[in-house]
Antibody, heavy 119, light 106 residues
Framework: ELRLVESGGGLVQPGRSLRLSCAAS????????MHWVRQAPGKGLEWVSG????????DYADSVKGRFTISRDNAKNSLYLQMNSLRREDMALYYC????????????WGQGTVVTASS | SYELTQPPSVSVSPGQTASITCSGD??????VYWYQQKPGQSPVLVIY???KRPSGIPERFSGSNSGNTATLIISGTQSLDEADYYC?????????FGTGTKVTVL
């Protein structure tokens, strides 16, 4: 069964860091590019970052460039997003999604993990 | 930065056709993808490469893309098609989503 399971979300103070993970199963992970897409409460979808199957190509949305780092470990079938200097506008539901090639369709999505600002 | 604009809402009667537009500069030069998102659920790909349907997506979903506008058409709309729909394209290596359209089946 195809599965993408995100984890690592939670309460975080603005300015602090958080690392999200996405565990893949049910398909050949290293055959796919992977991405992070987020959705703030009641808002639309925003692409955050993507990485090619071997990690050689990656990019970020301007809104997170310089603060977030995407990486993957094909041996562990896992995708990561290191988020530093978090801002209130980063608080959202973060999905991981796969694509057959880097700039193609997001053909399968996980259920997401929520990043929430603590007071 | 590249932008994709969709109407905020579209209303359609059951059995009728819903058309959702997605506008962007020279969008016809890019591939467009469409996603359906129901409340509390993850997005689902319904159209890829402008007009192709993934396995399992009903034939009533179709797409086109030309000039500055891509269109998702839902023919014979059913109540279960009520959802938010997002177009998406690539601007070089950056993903761009449309603003989203809420489809209401009255």
């Amino acid at each position: 069964e195809l599965r993408l399971v995100e984890s690592g979300g939670g309460l975080v103070q603005p300015g602090r860091s958080l690392r999200l993970s996405c565990a893949a199963s049910g398909f050949n992970f290293d055959d796919y590019a992977m991405h992070w897409v987020r959705q703030a409460p009641g808002k639309g979808l925003e692409w955050v970052s993507g990485i090619s199957w071997n990690g050689d190509s990656l990019d970020y949305a301007d809104s997170v460039k310089g603060r977030f780092t995407i990486s993957r470990d094909n041996a562990k079938n896992s995708l990561y997003l290191q988020m530093n200097s978090l801002r209130r506008e980063d608080m959202a539901l973060y999905y991981c999604a796969r694509s057959p090639t880097y700039a193609s369709a997001f053909d399968y999505w996980g259920q997401g993990t929520v990043v929430t600002a603590s007071s | 930065s590249y932008e994709l604009t969709q109407p905020p809402s579209v209303s359609v009667s059951p059995g009728q056709t819903a058309s959702i537009t997605c506008s962007g500069d020279k969008l016809g030069d890019k591939y467009v993808y469409w996603y359906q998102q129901k409340p509390g659920q993850s997005p689902v790909l319904v159209i890829y490469q402008d007009n192709k349907r993934p396995s399992g997506i009903p034939e009533r979903f179709s797409g086109s893309n030309s000039g500055n506008t891509a269109t998702l058409i839902i023919s014979g709309t059913q109540s279960l098609d009520e959802a938010d729909y997002y177009c998406q394209a690539w601007d070089s290596s950056t993903g761009v989503f449309g603003t989203g359209t809420k489809v209401t089946v009255l």
